[in-house]
């Protein structure tokens, strides 16, 4: 027997789950001169996660401040922040909306939008529920790892580098590492 989309859900109880910002990260890595790889993280971000009865009726919506951005280094930080990179005056945030959530048991797949400045381009997170669990004097908390890939030049994000330098300097796909823990609803 198989079961339609609209028949599948998460084992969660239906509601808005928070966001555990203290048990919450988002990372990244991208390649620099094509031999290394540079780690880092945005610091402040949030999200608006609704579990509806089915996966059809649930929605993921994030935002990330890209200016919390920290690779542990400050002069690297103020330079990928710098219209040279990113341009953090004209990309203040990251959005991201889902609109189809498709899978079962642990292993999903969050079809959405993410929008960085004025250029919005689809993504799939692949998404792994790591467990729920009771919290002493708390709510349940819900466990997820979430990964993708972006190209950074498809939202405008280019070097202010010499042609061929550029090229080598920072690599063009971002590999994105999303750790989630939610908290349940309390009514």
């Known amino acids: 027997m198989t079961t339609t989309p609209s028949a599948v859900s998460l084992p969660l109880i239906p509601g808005r789950w928070a966001v555990d910002t203290n048990h919450s990260s988002i990372g ?11 780690r880092g993280r945005f610091t402040r971000f949030d999200a608006d996660i609704v579990i509806g009865e089915t996966l059809d009726t649930t929605t993921v ?10 690779t542990a ?8 922040l710098s ?11 990251m959005l991201f909306r889902s609109t189809r959530i498709v899978g079962a048991g642990v292993e999903y797949q969050v079809e959405g939008e993410l929008t960085i400045g004025d250029i919005t381009r689809p993504v799939t997170l692949a998404v792994e529920l790591g467990g729920v ?8 908390h819900a466990g997820f790892e979430a990964t993708t890939e972006v190209r950074r030049k498809d939202f405008g994000i280019d070097l202010a580098m010499p042609p061929g330098i550029s090229a080598v300097a920072l690599g063009d796909v ?13 009514s």
């Open 133 to 140: 669990e009771s919290f002493p004097g708390g709510p349940r």
């Open 174 to 186: 971002v590999k994105v590492e999303l750790d989630l823990q939610l908290l349940e609803p309390t």
């Open 28 to 38: 990244f890595t991208i390649r620099h001169l094509g031999v290394s790889k540079v």
């Open 73 to 80: 280094n400050a002069d690297r930080d103020a330079h990928v």
């Open 83 to 93: 219209p040279d990179i990113f341009d953090v005056a004209k990309r203040p945030t």
């Open 61 to 70: 919506t994030a935002t990330v401040d890209v200016a919390s951005l920290d």
